[in-house]
């Protein structure tokens, strides 16, 4: 995918010989996107009015946006799972959830970036902390000490 400098989305691939969930399919009239992201067969859009546009395989809910999701500055899209950064500080979680990675841990907040991983999400805080959450099979979530 790509994002224009005005406003609009273009994608490729997945057509032809690899499977095809529409990741690539563009809604049509998609404008006024100011980040894009990417899962594994999914697209998301982060609108300059803080609105979430997703489209592509919907398996495990990843392209169901929370119906109130409002005032969006940050999106994160990996595996079969994204992230959301409100305006707030909060996150929202959705997609696939067999390791925990949509459960966004109770009362975080004063968040500044969000990044997902495939299993696993991780979040700074303003205070220069990192959470992370979800699967842990290769340390993905034991933050470093000293790295904090």
């Not at 392209?63 to 500080?89: E, M, Q």
């Not at 990044?115 to 991780?122: D, H, K, T």
Request: proline residues 3%; charged residues 20%; contains cysteine.
């Amino acid at each position: 995918m790509a994002l224009k400098k005005d406003g609009t989305v273009v994608a490729w691939g997945a057509h032809g010989k690899y499977v095809d969930f529409g990741q690539a399919d563009v809604p049509a009239n998609l404008t006024d996107v100011v980040a894009i992201s990417a899962g594994y067969a999914h697209s998301l859009a982060l609108k300059k009015d803080g609105t979430v546009v997703a489209w592509g395989d919907n398996e495990y809910g990843q392209t169901d946006v929370p119906v109130n999701l409002r005032n969006v500055i940050s999106i994160s899209a990996r595996g079969n799972h994204n992230l959301a950064l409100k305006n707030d500080g909060t996150v929202v979680a959705w997609g696939r959830n067999d390791f925990g990675q949509c459960n966004v841990p109770r009362n975080l907040t004063d968040v500044k970036a969000i990044s997902s991983g495939n299993g696993f999400s991780y979040v700074l805080k303003n205070d220069g902390t990192i959470v992370a959450w979800g699967v842990d099979h290769f340390g993905q979530i034991d933050i470093p000490t000293g790295i904090q």
